[in-house]
C-alpha cells in the first residue's frame, strides 16, 4: 500500500463516522476538488454539485455515490461514463432486507386490519412457513432478503437478468421467466434496479398472473410497480395486498388512493434511515479507499450503461 494519503473531496456532510473511515484508511479530506484523486458524495450533497465539480475538474478518476439507485445521478454518469464509479449497492442489505421481511409477516398476519380495528374478530392470518417467496434481483439486498427467507423454510425463486443460479435459493430464472414463476408465487418481493428494462414490470398483466392470495412487496424503487394498476389490482380483490416502502410517485402524495386501500401498507421509505446507514455507508467508502490505494479493485462498481 501507498504510504502517501488518497485525497478525497467529501460533496456534501462529512459526517463523524464518514471522517473517521477516511483517516483510518488512509485519505485526506481537500476542500479544493483540484487537488481530489476521488469524490465521496455523501448526505446533504446533491447531484447538481457532483455535476459541476466533474465538470470543472474532469481529470477526477474516481467518484464513490451514497445510495444503491443511481438514478438522481444520470447526468453525470452520462457525462462521464469513463470514470471509475462505484455505488452503496450491497452496503444497507442488512436493514433493507428485515425491512422486507417485517413488511412481509405484517400482511400474512394481516395486521394492517388489525391496527385499524376497533372490536374482536374471528382468528385468521398465514405463515410464511413452506411458502413460495419470489426474489426479483439479486444483488446485496436480493440475497439478504433471500437468506431470511430460507430461515422461513419457504420455497425460494429468484428472479434476475442473468441467469446464473443463486446458490442459497431453491430456483433461478431469467427476467424472460417472470410471468410464468408469478402464478405459484405466495409472496413477491421486488428488489432489483430502477432501470429502463425494469420499469413497471409489475404491470397490470403481471399483477393478474399472481394467485389472489398472493401479497406483494416492494422496497427496490417505486418505478418498479404500475401504481394504476396496482390500485386497480388491490381495489377488484385480485391479490391481498401489498406493502410499499418506495412507490411512484414518490413521496405518495396525500388523497392517493392506496392511503385508502385497506389491502395496502405503507411505509415512507423507513427500510434505511439516515441513522442505520451512515454507519453502513463509511464503512463501504473506507474499504474502496483502502482498496483504491492498494490498487485492488472497488466494490459496488457501476455500470454507466446498465444503469446500476
Same mark, same amino acid.
Given at each position: 500500500?501507498?504510504?502517501?494519503?488518497?485525497?478525497?473531496?467529501?460533496?456534501?456532510?462529512?459526517?463523524?463516522?464518514?471522517?473517521?473511515?477516511?483517516?483510518?484508511?488512509?485519505?485526506?479530506?481537500?476542500?479544493?476538488?483540484?487537488?481530489?484523486?476521488?469524490?465521496?458524495?455523501?448526505?446533504?450533497?446533491?447531484?447538481?454539485?457532483?455535476?459541476?465539480?466533474?465538470?470543472?475538474?474532469?481529470?477526477?478518476?474516481?467518484?464513490?455515490?451514497?445510495?444503491?439507485?443511481?438514478?438522481?445521478?444520470?447526468?453525470?454518469?452520462?457525462?462521464?461514463?469513463?470514470?471509475?464509479?462505484?455505488?452503496?449497492?450491497?452496503?444497507?442489505?442488512?436493514?433493507?432486507?428485515?425491512?422486507?421481511?417485517?413488511?412481509?409477516?405484517?400482511?400474512?398476519?394481516?395486521?394492517?386490519?388489525?391496527?385499524?380495528?376497533?372490536?374482536?374478530?374471528?382468528?385468521?392470518?398465514?405463515?410464511?412457513?413452506?411458502?413460495?417467496?419470489?426474489?426479483?434481483?439479486?444483488?446485496?439486498?436480493?440475497?439478504?432478503?433471500?437468506?431470511?427467507?430460507?430461515?422461513?423454510?419457504?420455497?425460494?425463486?429468484?428472479?434476475?437478468?442473468?441467469?446464473?443460479?443463486?446458490?442459497?435459493?431453491?430456483?433461478?430464472?431469467?427476467? #424472460?421467466? !417472470?410471468? /410464468?414463476?408469478?402464478?405459484? *408465487?405466495?409472496?413477491?418481493?421486488? &428488489?432489483?434496479? @430502477?432501470?429502463? %428494462? =425494469?420499469?413497471?414490470?409489475?404491470?397490470? #398483466?403481471? !399483477?393478474? /398472473?399472481?394467485?389472489?392470495? *398472493?401479497?406483494?412487496?416492494?422496497? &427496490?424503487?417505486? @418505478?418498479?410497480? %404500475? =401504481?394504476?394498476?396496482?390500485?386497480?389490482?388491490?381495489?377488484?380483490?385480485?391479490?391481498?395486498?401489498? *406493502?410499499?416502502?418506495?412507490?411512484?410517485?414518490?413521496?405518495?402524495?396525500?388523497?392517493?388512493?392506496?392511503?385508502?386501500?385497506?389491502?395496502?401498507?405503507?411505509?415512507?421509505?423507513?427500510?434505511?434511515?439516515?441513522?442505520?446507514?451512515?454507519?453502513?455507508?463509511?464503512?463501504?467508502?473506507?474499504?474502496?479507499?483502502?482498496?483504491?490505494?492498494?490498487?485492488?479493485?472497488?466494490?459496488?462498481?457501476?455500470?454507466?450503461?446498465?444503469?446500476?
Amino acid at each position: 500500500m501507498s504510504d502517501t494519503a488518497l485525497r478525497i473531496r467529501v460533496i456534501g456532510d462529512l459526517f463523524p463516522e464518514l471522517a473517521e473511515q477516511l483517516a483510518a484508511t488512509g485519505a485526506e479530506a481537500v476542500q479544493d476538488a483540484a487537488d481530489a484523486q476521488g469524490i465521496v458524495c455523501s448526505y446533504g450533497g446533491t447531484p447538481a454539485e457532483l455535476h459541476d465539480t466533474l465538470a470543472a475538474h474532469p481529470g477526477i478518476p474516481w467518484v464513490q455515490l451514497p445510495s444503491a439507485g443511481i438514478e438522481a445521478f444520470a447526468a453525470s454518469l452520462r457525462d462521464h461514463p469513463g470514470l471509475i464509479w462505484t455505488s452503496a449497492k450491497g452496503a444497507f442489505a442488512l436493514p433493507v432486507a428485515e425491512h422486507a421481511l417485517a413488511l412481509t409477516l405484517a400482511l400474512l398476519r394481516e395486521l394492517p386490519e388489525r391496527v385499524r380495528a376497533r372490536s374482536w374478530a374471528p382468528a385468521s392470518g398465514t405463515s410464511l412457513h413452506g411458502l413460495h417467496v419470489v426474489v426479483v434481483g439479486a444483488g446485496g439486498v436480493g440475497l439478504e432478503i433471500v437468506r431470511l427467507m430460507k430461515c422461513f423454510d419457504t420455497r425460494v425463486t429468484v428472479v434476475r437478468r442473468r441467469g446464473e443460479p443463486v446458490a442459497a435459493a431453491d430456483r433461478t430464472v431469467t427476467d #424472460a421467466e !417472470l410471468m /410464468a414463476v408469478l402464478p405459484t *408465487a405466495d409472496v413477491v418481493v421486488l &428488489a432489483a434496479a @430502477a432501470t429502463p %428494462d =425494469t420499469r413497471q414490470l409489475i404491470d397490470a #398483466a403481471a !399483477l393478474a /398472473a399472481l394467485p389472489a392470495h *398472493a401479497v406483494l412487496i416492494n422496497i &427496490a424503487r417505486g @418505478a418498479l410497480v %404500475d =401504481t394504476d394498476a396496482l390500485v386497480a389490482a388491490l381495489g377488484a380483490g385480485r391479490i391481498a395486498g401489498a *406493502a410499499l416502502d418506495v412507490t411512484d410517485p414518490e413521496p405518495l402524495p396525500d388523497g392517493h388512493p392506496l392511503w385508502e386501500e385497506p389491502r395496502a401498507l405503507i411505509t415512507p421509505h423507513a427500510a434505511d434511515t439516515l441513522e442505520m446507514i451512515r454507519p453502513l455507508y463509511a464503512a463501504r467508502v473506507g474499504e474502496n479507499v483502502a482498496r483504491r490505494r492498494a490498487g485492488r479493485e472497488l466494490v459496488g462498481l457501476v455500470d454507466p450503461a446498465a444503469g446500476y
